[in-house]
């Protein structure tokens, strides 16, 4: 057994693995380039040179062609002006690995075969290693392979909070802690951008639902928005130099976020000094007029009918030429997105050319997947702990599970990627096992009644998921559309049970074997399925007596499945397959009652967790906690591993021996979670989520404070694990939790002063040492309580972590320090931070709710 030491990480960093040249690749697909790389005018070092050039290139414009600066020319483009050599930019998705190639003018892909990228661990994993070597590899690996790409702007990363587990991108950003973010997408954003490309953090700011995610309206309390919402976006701009970030799509106090005075003048561009580009999310409700005197400089993917018709467009050129809007408004844009092209090295020709694809980045993906898998719990059975498992005394391992032979890369929406490769759980566990272990396969049920299977289904949502499309109608001729949805699985819930609903629910349906599948259907109501426009099922009936109907399919051929439902209950649709395609309940549990290891790969996909649409439960899809607990009650060894981006709920936690959180773990998942399910990795994993034990526990449900109208954060600063003490709820799994194979002690806490006075900071030194027998890693975390305060403050706030990688016997010592801002709270009097006199304790953790030691120190205003 052995752990990844951090000095690989530093080798491949320093060998310069990830900025080394090899500029192969697809401007032959391309029908526009970026023009030739120039000498850069001065031979100075970029950063002197930046500001000079950009007011000599500013000098050479006319207004029209400023203008043209500021709206998108394409999807992904902004606009080139040959005249005086100024580049076309281009910018691409996303957060964990660049998107495949999209057309320039609409949303289709385009079609080039060599557009693949590595696909990165989601950022969720990174915040999960709690380690900023993670951050930084997974920087390195972006920003070179968006270079290699030819992208001047990255869209990523994103640092919006999980405040809600309910929300569709949780999985894009780096969980519910504002220091755990900031302290994590730092490092991140240097390393993307010191590949000459611009790092675009994204969405500022308050983007904590998509219900409703372009109308409803944030409004949150200063205090508020200042300690939990904006830390990471302050941080990036302050000690990154980001050089871009993407508005927001929501509204904040009644305005778009993008041309919001007080986000963007007073704090983004007054108070942080931002000098990058604001760019706007991609078709966001904004104004010419605010959106110009309010900040934002350049309005990306509005669906209007031309590029001239963009708010910043024409609209824009003559609001200026009436005077009222002053030209130098427009310069200060335009001198954001030179200055964003002169800091990136457009101009010059010693511009870093990026790679990608390389093994080096495939084995930068498995590490970082690997550190951010978390062991929630590892029990004793018998003689040993369920985990790790040991390769030689397995000869019959039995796999299960919705995730064990899932791919996720091309499903999420923008942050999909299309990668070369991707191994899943079951792939990476072949791998490990090789072909003497027998490892027995099994798609469990719960019922006859489990939906088709989404592998089944051809349609698409745009966000990458395979899609059964619904229309709403107002009444039974379904001649009057009232709305449009989309649902993964063939079943039907409906939300009103006061009014009949309407639906016509379509996908196109694509077998995997030949023969016949037996359709089985349970529906209150009135329930028609046609095939292909024939008929097939049809009934009323007033409870949920099943149906089933025998009907002969072809392989890979495309079914036209449509069903209309009328009625206010319930319906599903489930079929046998052909194959043995699931394994009922007694032969699945026989199964694993006879299998030396039983793995459960369960959890969510991107029918779950995705772009513009919120969860609507916290449970696991799809009858899994039924199966998880069945499986448990026959054998107690069975590991559940969740694949998920956010939280659910885990009614069998206290049941079950093993639980490992994998997140989506990008294209080397697989390889991962067998690195650390035979323990050839020691996990180090800490939640960077809450995983609340149901979802009326978490602060918006509780507070009623989740709608499609407003946002009021009416928690204030409580988010997640700080709601949970203050409320005194215990969760399943707390805020920083993880496990290890081997055991750590904290001791010896040291403060370097009992007393500090304003401007001081504070030196906090723990001595950690591994008392087990392998090497493993521990993430020591800094709450910070302020003892009297004049304003309601959590009982612990993470101020600072650090992690570090032992031998067995080995000490080390932690190292974390404090700064005046740290012990300060957003004072609402003074609108600005301020730390009070008075006594303040330090508690060091192994989680939020392990507190191993505590000092305190007096702070004198
Ligand atoms: C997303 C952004 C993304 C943009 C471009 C939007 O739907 O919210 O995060 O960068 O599309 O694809």
């Not at 696909?119 to 930084?136: G, K, N």
């Not at 980001?242 to 041309?259: K, R």
């Not at 996720?408 to 096992?433: F, R």
């Not at 001729?477 to 016509?504: C, G």
Request: charged residues 25%; aromatic residues 8%.
């Amino acid at each position: 057994m052995f752990v990844l030491l951090k000095s690989s990480f530093f080798l491949l960093v320093s060998l310069g693995l990830f900025a080394c040249s090899e500029n192969k690749t697809e401007t032959t697909n391309k029908t526009t380039k970026n023009p030739p790389l120039q000498q850069s005018p001065s031979q100075q070092p970029r950063s002197e040179s930046v500001e000079q050039n950009v007011e000599a290139m500013l000098d050479k414009l006319s207004l029209e062609e400023k203008v043209s600066l500021v709206h998108a020319s394409g999807k992904f483009h902004i606009n080139a002006i040959e005249r005086v050599g100024i580049p076309e930019m281009w910018l691409s998705d996303g957060p964990h690995g660049v998107r495949h190639q999209i057309n320039r003018h609409d949303w289709a892909s385009a079609g080039w075969t060599d557009d693949h990228s590595t696909y990165l661990p989601h950022l969720t994993s990174v915040a999960a290693s709690w380690d900023p070597e993670m951050a930084i590899l997974h920087g390195e690996v972006l920003g070179a392979e968006a270079r290699d790409r030819k992208k001047d702007f990255i869209l990523g990363p994103g640092v919006n909070l999980a405040r809600l587990p309910l929300y569709g991108r949780n999985f894009e950003y780096m969980g519910e802690d504002p220091i755990l973010a900031a302290k994590l997408v730092v490092p991140q954003i240097k390393a993307i951008q010191k590949n000459d490309v611009a790092a675009t953090i994204k969405h500022y700011a308050l983007n904590t639902q998509e219900l409703n995610r372009t109308g409803v309206n944030a409004k949150p309390d200063e205090r508020t928005l200042r300690e939990v919402y904006l830390p990471a976006f302050e941080a990036a701009v302050k000690d990154a130099n980001v050089l871009g970030m993407m508005g927001s799509y929501n509204e904040y106090y009644g305005t778009n976020a993008n041309q919001s005075k007080h986000l963007v003048m007073d704090i983004l561009k007054g108070e942080w000094g931002y000098q990058g580009v604001l760019l706007t999310d991609w078709n966001v409700d904004i104004n010419t007029h605010d959106a110009a005197m309010y900040g934002l400089d350049l309005e990306m993917g509005t669906d209007v009918a031309t590029y001239d018709d963009y708010f910043l467009a024409q609209p824009l050129l003559k609001e200026i030429q009436a005077g009222n809007i002053p030209v130098s408004v427009l310069d200060d844009k335009v001198r954001r997105i030179l200055r964003v092209q002169y800091a990136i090295g457009m101009y010059d020709n010693n511009r870093l050319p990026g790679k990608r694809n390389t093994e080096e980045h495939q084995l930068a993906a498995r590490k970082i997947a690997a550190e951010g898998i978390v062991l929630l719990k590892n029990n004793v059975v018998g003689v040993k702990n369920v985990l790790p498992l040991e390769q030689k005394s397995i000869k019959n391992i039995l796999v299960l599970g919705p995730n064990a032979n899932k791919k996720h890369g091309t499903g999420g929406g923008s942050s999909e990627v299309k990668s070369l490769y991707e191994i899943t759980p079951l792939a990476g566990l072949k791998e490990q096992l090789g072909e003497e272990v027998n490892i027995q396969v099994m798609r469990a049920r719960s019922s006859v009644l489990a939906p088709i299977a989404s592998d089944y289904v051809a349609s698409r949502h745009w966000t990458g998921t395979p899609a059964w499309n619904i229309s709403y109608y107002k009444d039974q001729a379904r001649k009057e559309l009232l709305s449009e949805s989309w649902i993964v699985d063939s079943k039907f819930k409906s939300l009103n049970s006061d009014n009949t609903d309407h639906i016509t629910m379509k996908a196109t349906i694509k077998p995997l074997k030949s023969g016949v599948h037996k359709l089985n259907v349970s529906a209150v109501g009135d329930f028609t399925l046609k095939i292909d426009g024939d008929e097939v099922v049809s009934f009323t009936s007033e409870d949920s007596t099943l149906l089933s109907h025998d009907i002969d399919l072809k392989a890979e051929q495309d079914y036209a499945f449509e069903i209309t439902y009328d009625g206010n209950t319930t319906f599903t649709l489930g079929w046998d397959a052909p194959g043995n395609l699931f394994s009922d309940e007694a032969e699945y549990l026989a199964a694993a009652k006879a299998a030396d290891a039983v793995i459960y790969f369960g959890g969510l996909s991107h029918g779950d967790d995705r772009e513009s649409i919120d969860r609507p439960d916290m449970k696991l899809p799809n009858s899994q906690d039924e199966i998880i607990s069945k499986l448990l009650n026959v054998n107690e060894k069975t590991i559940v591993f969740l694949v998920a981006g956010s939280a659910v709920e885990m009614p069998w936690a206290d049941q079950a021996n093993a639980i490992v959180w994998g997140w989506y773990g990008g294209m080397e998942a697989g390889h991962a979670f067998s690195d650390v399910l035979f323990g050839e990795v020691n996990p180090s994993g800490k939640m960077p989520i809450t995983l609340p034990e149901k979802l009326t526990d978490t602060a918006p449900i509780a507070l009623n404070d989740y709608n499609e109208t407003e946002s009021l954060y009416s928690e204030g600063v409580f988010i997640g694990y700080r709601w949970f003490e203050q409320q005194q709820i215990k969760p399943t799994f707390a805020f920083g939790h993880g496990l290890s194979y081997t055991n750590f002690e904290v001791s010896d806490i040291k403060l370097s002063n009992v007393s500090i006075s304003s401007g001081d900071k504070l030196t906090v030194t723990a001595q950690v040492k591994n008392t087990g027998a392998v090497a493993g890693a521990e993430v020591v975390q800094l709450y910070l309580h302020d003892k009297v305060a004049s304003v309601d403050r959590p009982t612990k706030e993470l101020k600072g972590f650090d992690k570090v990688f032992l031998q067995p016997g080995e000490s080390k010592s932690v190292s974390i320090e404090l700064t005046e801002r740290d012990l300060s709270f957003w004072d609402i009097n003074t609108n600005d931070w301020l730390a009070e006199s008075g006594e303040f304790e330090v508690q060091l953790a192994t989680s939020s709710d392990n507190i191993k030691l505590r000092k305190s120190f007096n702070y004198t205003n």
